[in-house]
């Protein structure tokens, strides 16, 4: 059984777009490293067809679970999604009440997350933690560091 993943119109307009370049440019790519492999001479012993003929499986592989995850991928309308609870998409502001730092995380689908530009996954233990909690609520969530405390300080959309 396959997950349902919900992503903004951004992120699954680049799914899209790395479908379409997988699927087009990439096999392009991999068929010619392969015959370029092939015209080396015997192929029981060319190393060099063996990897590129690994590198179309590892591609394919990708290609299938991208076609996947976009045929189960739903988009949200943000606009009207309840901000008064942490829910997928949601951008929080919380607290960590050890050492005082804040940061600003938005929960994103597995594939559109990037801790540089804020977006984590929606399966990580943080976003876990903070799913269904409320501004003012103190959460403890474990970590690969250890066990944390945080204050919700502000959910947006």
Do not use: C
Not at 34 to 62: T, V
Not at 69 to 91: F, G, H, P, Q, W
Not at 112 to 120: L, N, R
Request: no cysteine; glycine share 8%.
């Amino acid at each position: 059984m396959t997950d349902v993943a919900y992503f903004t119109k951004e992120g699954l307009e680049n799914l899209k777009q790395e479908l379409y370049y997988l699927k087009g440019e990439g096999r392009k790519k991999i068929s010619a490293a392969i015959a370029e492999a092939r015209d080396k001479g015997d192929l029981s012993e060319n190393a060099e067809y063996d990897a590129a003929k690994e590198a179309q499986g590892h591609h394919e592989a990708k290609i299938s679970k991208l076609t996947n995850t976009y045929a189960n991928a739903r988009l949200i309308d943000e606009s009207k999604l309840d901000t008064s609870k942490v829910l997928a998409l949601s951008i929080v502001k919380i607290k960590n009440t050890n050492n005082g730092a804040t940061m600003t995380y938005q929960l994103v689908a597995e594939n559109e997350a990037d801790v540089k530009t804020g977006k984590i996954s929606i399966k990580s233990p943080i976003a876990k933690g903070l799913l269904g909690k409320k501004v003012g609520d103190n959460i403890e969530i474990v970590v690969p560091a250890g066990a944390m405390i945080f204050e919700i300080l502000e959910i947006s959309r």
